[in-house]
């Protein structure tokens, strides 16, 4: 039997009550009006008379139930058994209405929203009570009229940014980033499954087949000008401009300050702006004016674009002057926790990154959106509480104030190095991570390690079959982690997934425990004396290995490969014309895969690689697919899968050189934007960043061997 969810609140209130109870105090539990609740009670009568109840309907108590108790009994158990029609909550309801005001300019009439939401227009007449302080917040006026409806009145800008916001703070960017990058590739006119219902009446607000038409576009310009933005940034610049194509269809045209304008058409971020608009024109038919133009100039503008190949304009404020600001905010953060930041590049180099952009939105006036600031003010108020002593001269010099979001991504980047500081003072246990090939895998798995165990030292990154006793003497590991099962081994050994999930933290944490909160003992040592001779060696080990990966870098598409098994074989052609040493190639690629999956999930990613004697050198490559499916380890999900990263060494490679290609993988999970470029870039901007990788490497190793 199909009853409604409201109806069925009656019931079971009424069922289980042993007196009367009154209108008013049902539609105050359902938070309804008393009409409401009168309208669904011949539904409920209906539904008693069959179990043989009547609905006694009494004035000054109320309404109660007559009739046997097992019948009631039986009541509540149809209740259970039976299928919901649909019944909107308050915050539905209020989200449909909001939706639906933004989207009309003109009025609505009150008993609209009562036929869609299924409730008296007094109910409605609540809501909108409820709703207007957020109007007002939001600069808006909520005009209501008699007799004509209820309508919103305000200025073009803010109710584009009412909506927006409000977008965003009902569906999770996630959603979004899965609504634009996936769900509309395969079928631009089904909204995805995963939003409710009331969150589709927010898409309603944007297009889906403008999405759809817009990503394309926007995808083409970024080739075109080799300007590449971040997800999230390409995200927001996606729903902001099919908001402008609605909006433009209906003549709300923006107004911008015309010195403004000026300033903004100076701006190499501008004619990148132009590019889309004519895109936009010639798709839909409009005209797109330059106030438009200015708008999406800013924000590309506020966004972080991913290794664009041109000089940057994007910073108000100049990069020396954001790192005099960082360092400022790290001289006072230091002398608020005590932990020694100063000296910390990796958050002086995060700073300066997250301001530039930062401070542009901010002197636009325009929104800086946190996912995580809720948990952040939850969990870590004493972070924020520091960032906010930070940023006073950040704020007084720049004549800002930083909104709680903006403060919130200060206080992470102050978490993660004040974390950092505090690994100083753990302490370690020596440990070894070994895979099958030593510079894949095993790479990636001492990434993740060192970054969630403060107190784990990886002594070194081997072969599972370089681990023997003798080895194991030398650096003196307490325990062994690994991607495959090593047989023999004097040690403990923990068998883990190379990307470190719950289950494996969860047998690294147990290990720990069973060696106890005590330091390896060992014998004082005398350092060993300095030996130039046997670094420079070591040195131009690092040089040779550069230099194989750089010439032998190559970049493809192979749109044809449905499985891994093609996919190797491929690869084999791709890199040898040998056919015997193809062959080998495929076979050692797909033995390692035998050991465990190399899937990067949640990356549409796979990271193929392996020592053979066919491989005469270093070589690394990238090949972007069509995606196809693959089941992950360890899991049921199935992976959609985009780009392979590709790795070969000698079967007899030097163990700098398995390092110096292994730090790809190393720093493939930690460096902003360097898996979007891996899946979004040319060759040539994909050489260039390989580049920048390997120039960093060297420049860290003669740091660490000549420099001391």
């Not at 979004?680 to 003669?702: A, M, R």
Request: proline residues 3%; negative net charge.
């Amino acid at each position: 039997m199909k009853i409604s969810s409201r109806a069925k609140a009656i019931l079971a209130k009424v069922c289980q009550e042993t007196s009367y109870i009154t209108i008013a105090a049902i539609a105050k539990e359902l938070d309804v009006s008393a009409k409401t609740i009168v309208r669904e009670l011949p539904e409920v009568e209906t539904v008693l008379k069959r179990y043989g109840l009547e609905l006694d309907k009494k004035t000054g108590a109320g309404i109660g139930v007559h009739g046997n108790m097992t019948a009631c009994t039986q009541v509540l158990q149809l209740l259970d058994e039976s299928r919901d029609e649909h019944t909107y909550s308050p915050l539905e309801r209020q989200t449909v209405i909001i939706s639906k005001l933004l989207q009309n300019q003109a009025p609505v009439k009150l008993f609209e929203f009562a036929s869609i939401l299924k409730v008296t227009e007094g109910t409605i007449s609540n809501d909108l009570d409820k709703l207007e302080p957020w109007f007002i917040e939001h600069a808006l006026v909520l005009v209501r009229k008699p007799g004509l409806g209820v309508y919103v009145e305000g200025e073009e800008n803010d109710i584009r940014k009412a909506i927006v916001h409000y977008i965003y703070e009902n569906i999770k960017e996630d959603q979004l980033l899965d609504l634009v990058h996936d769900n509309l590739v395969e079928n631009p006119a089904v909204k995805t499954a995963s939003l409710k219902e009331t969150q589709n009446y927010l898409l309603d607000l944007v297009d889906v087949n403008v999405i759809h038409k817009l990503e394309k576009a926007v995808r083409d310009v970024e080739t075109q000008m080799k300007y590449q933005l971040s997800d999230n940034a390409f995200v927001g610049l996606i729903v902001h401009l099919a908001l402008a194509v609605q909006r433009l269809r209906k003549s709300e045209k923006i107004e911008i300050n015309k010195d403004f304008l000026n300033e903004l058409q100076e701006k190499k971020e501008f004619s990148v702006a132009r590019k889309i608009s004519e895109k936009i024109a010639d798709l839909f038919a409009i005209a797109v004016p330059d106030t438009e133009i200015g708008y999406i100039t800013m924000h590309l503008l506020g966004a972080r674009n991913r290794y664009s190949s041109h000089g940057a304009s994007m910073n108000v404020v100049d990069n020396f002057h954001l790192v005099k600001l960082a360092k400022s905010m790290m001289r006072i953060a230091q002398q608020e926790t005590g932990k020694a930041l100063l000296q910390n590049e990796k958050l002086l180099v995060g700073l300066v990154n997250h301001l530039g952009p930062s401070i542009s939105r901010l002197k636009m006036k325009m929104d800086i959106r946190n996912p995580l600031l809720e948990d952040m003010q939850k969990h870590y108020p004493e972070l924020l509480e520091i960032s906010r002593k930070c940023v006073k001269d950040l704020e007084h010099e720049l004549d800002l104030v930083l909104p709680e979001s903006e403060l919130a991504y200060i206080a992470m980047h102050l978490g993660a190095a004040i974390e950092d500081s505090d690994q100083l003072s753990k302490i370690e246990h020596r440990i070894l991570i070994a895979c099958p090939t030593g510079m894949g895998t095993s790479r990636m798995l001492a990434s993740r390690i060192q970054k969630e165990y403060a107190n784990l030292k990886v002594v070194d990154v081997i072969s599972a079959l370089h681990v023997n006793n003798l080895y194991i003497n030398q650096v003196q590991a307490e325990f062994v982690v690994s991607t495959v099962p090593i047989p023999n081994c004097m040690l403990p050994v923990v068998v883990v997934n190379s990307l470190l999930n719950e289950v494996d933290k969860e047998k690294i944490n147990k290990q720990i425990v069973v060696l106890g909160e005590t330091i390896l003992k060992q014998a004082a040592k005398m350092p060993a004396p300095y030996d130039f001779k046997t670094h420079l060696m070591q040195l131009n080990e690092y040089s040779r290995a550069i230099v194989d990966l750089l010439d032998s870098f190559f970049f493809a598409e192979d749109k044809e490969a449905s499985t891994i098994m093609e996919l190797c074989e491929n690869i084999g052609k791709l890199v040898d014309r040998d056919a015997a040493k193809q062959k080998d190639i495929m076979a050692a690629l797909l033995n390692r895969e035998e050991y465990g999956g190399t899937v990067i999930r949640g990356n549409k990613m796979i990271l193929l690689h392996c020592r053979s004697a066919a491989i005469s050198h270093l070589t690394f490559g990238i090949i972007h697919l069509n995606q196809y499916e693959v089941q992950t380890e360890f899991e049921t999900k199935i992976e959609q899968i985009k780009t392979a990263i590709v790795m070969l060494a000698p079967q007899n490679a030097h163990k700098y050189s398995l390092e110096t290609i292994g730090y790809i993988s190393t720093i493939l999970l930690e460096r902003w934007g360097l898996i979007e470029l891996l899946h979004e870039g040319d060759q040539k901007l994909i050489y260039l960043e390989l580049v920048k990788i390997f120039k960093e490497f060297y420049q860290k190793k003669y740091k660490i061997l000549l420099e001391g």
